[in-house]
């Protein structure tokens, strides 16, 4: 009885069923990327703002003036009453002063501001000349309340953590496509009321719950289009997915520079969300599931629907698939670390996950830190990300998952060792070294994505990568305060760290098999065969111990 990879030979295992339901669920990267970067332009520091002044606010009242003259008002009278914090104003007694239309200022002298006490601007409040620009000047998020806007992003990468659990768990039990099309109402509905939330608890709320079902959409789109193809294809779209991912932070600057409200900003990257609803009749059930659940006839009418639509017709043989005769367990922590292979697999991942993580996410914030023009320069950082999906897509197949894995890794950590110690009077050497990290990191980022997927088995193959990268969300959390808090010891510290997370990552990677031609392991029975790294570099040394050198037909 054919197997399904058989079966897929036949049917095509990148023909233009594939190819549009691969396009189709790229689109998910770009809005993915969107809420996961999207802080850095609906929490940032509002441009200019002031204490407010009651004694201004009562003359644009009085007075009938515009918004834009009491903000006049507010920034001449501020030299006298605000100190150059913006955090801090002088405390008195405004309803006592008189106020004039004509000269409002004259009564107000440094000698009888002389013996005030300063005190918090939180009584009243801030002036904003953009006052709904970001959620920043919209919640007064400022001077002592500025850490709520990092606790919004704290809270969405505990809602990746929660949905990559959870929402990996149902994929593997109730199937790809459902929670994919869940996951796409969920986050499109949570991104609405993010969009009209009245007060930071609110939108803090469900900005977590969109960041739970933006999880979801992701992870089990990676995994639907893994499933789909042919081994030889898998590399490609697994790289090519994550294309899309850095197109979308691309595209974001260009989105936050046209639209001028938060407000906006959060509609226009959550809409897109719902389209994803269509795919309900344009994407089917992943056929490898619905066989670990022993669904053969709707698998294998799928896989005739799929070689209907690549021009292919199936032997007239091809009547029924081989199935398991395993019983399929519902998948559970355990299975993870149940068996030798698994366990170890399962843990240099998660170490990968929380690395690449830390450091990607660090060298971002280390090199955001300089002033500028904030759009040129998120839009700068995020080109250079993708000269590392070509690099991925041209040596991956020549060389190998594993040792591009280890080496990106091991680059990653020499170059942020060398610019630690580089003499600052050479700037674009250092500035050099960076970018060379950045772009060794974001490989290593995108390699543990596509090689978790090729290790875990298909009955439990999305609550693995969920689980496991849900390092990478706690990574995301310790990450800023990693940086900062050691930088303010020395100012290089970090990178330090960074060198002995990656190189690190580097050595356990190489423990790891190689992934390479290789069709997905079904079961765990089919992971605990795959060679180990011993056997696969030295196949006939005793060096390695007793090992299992057969392998299933599976794999011949």
Not at 85 to 104: A, L, Q, V
Request: contains cysteine; glycine residues 6%; hydrophobic residues 45%.
């Amino acid at each position: 009885m054919p197997s399904f990879e058989e079966f897929l030979k036949e049917a095509g295992e990148f023909g233009r069923f594939q190819k549009r339901v691969f396009l189709l669920l790229c689109q998910t990267g770009i809005t993915f990327s969107f809420l996961f970067v999207g802080v850095v332009f609906l929490g940032r520091d509002p441009e200019q703002y002031w204490c407010r002044v009651p004694y201004a606010s009562k003359l644009r009242k009085q007075c009938g003036w515009t918004f834009e003259e009491e903000y006049n008002i507010t920034l001449r009278a501020s030299s006298l009453v605000n100190d150059s914090s913006h955090c801090k104003k002088y405390d008195m007694e405004w309803y006592n002063i008189s106020s004039s239309c004509t000269n409002p200022l004259s009564h107000l002298t440094s000698n009888s501001l002389s013996n005030v006490s300063f005190t918090t601007c939180q009584r009243d409040g801030w002036l904003y000349k953009e006052p709904h620009s970001t959620i920043a000047s919209e919640y007064n998020l400022v001077c002592e309340d500025r850490w709520l806007v990092d606790m919004t992003q704290s809270l969405l990468n505990l809602g990746f953590l929660v949905g990559g659990f959870y929402l990996g768990y149902a994929s593997d039990r109730y199937g790809r496509i459902n929670i994919y099309l869940i996951s796409s109402f969920g986050a499109g509905l949570c991104g609405l009321i993010v969009a009209f939330a009245p007060n930071i608890v609110v939108f803090s709320i469900f900005r977590f719950l969109q960041g739970v079902f933006g999880k979801g959409t992701w992870m089990t789109s990676f995994v639907i289009v893994t499933e789909i193809v042919g081994s030889d294809q898998r590399r490609i779209v697994g790289i090519v997915i994550q294309i899309f991912f850095t197109l979308g932070v691309v595209i974001l600057p260009g989105i936050a520079y046209f639209i001028p409200t938060w407000r906006e900003i959060q509609l226009a990257t959550t809409l897109p969300n719902f389209l994803f609803l269509l795919y309900y009749w344009a994407v089917p059930e992943s056929p490898r599931w619905l066989l670990t659940r022993k669904k053969g006839k709707k698998a294998l009418k799928i896989i005739q629907s799929i070689a209907k639509d690549n021009g292919k017709c199936l032997p007239p043989h091809y009547t029924e698939i081989s199935l398991s005769d395993k019983e399929v367990s519902n998948p559970s922590l355990l299975e993870l670390v149940r068996t030798p292979q698994m366990r170890k697999f399962t843990l240099i991942l998660m170490y990968a996950w929380f690395t690449s993580a830390v450091v990607y996410q660090g060298l971002v914030l280390r090199l955001g830190i300089i002033e500028g023009n904030l759009y040129l320069e998120f839009f700068v950082s995020a080109l250079m990300e993708l000269p590392s999906a070509f690099l991925i897509l041209l040596t991956i197949d020549r060389i190998g998952r594993r040792p591009l894995f280890a080496t990106s890794a091991f680059v990653a950590g020499a170059a942020c060792l060398m610019t630690a110690f580089l003499p600052k009077d050479i700037p674009w050497l250092s500035t050099s070294c960076a970018i060379l990290a950045r772009l060794g990191i974001t490989i290593t980022f995108e390699l543990v994505y596509l090689v978790n997927s090729e290790l875990y088995p298909t009955i439990f193959r999305n609550f693995g990568v969920s689980l496991c990268s849900g390092l990478c969300d706690i990574g995301g959390i310790l990450a800023p305060f990693l940086l900062y808090r050691l930088a303010a010891y020395w100012s290089e510290l970090p990178l330090i760290v960074y060198c002995i997370l990656s190189v690190l990552c580097g050595l356990l990677v190489t423990f790891l098999p190689e992934t390479k031609g290789l069709p997905l392991p079904e079961t765990v029975e089919d992971v605990e065969q795959l060679p180990n790294a011993c056997t696969a570099i030295y196949p006939f040394s005793r060096r390695c111990g007793k090992q299992k050198h057969q392998i299933s037909s599976t794999y011949v």
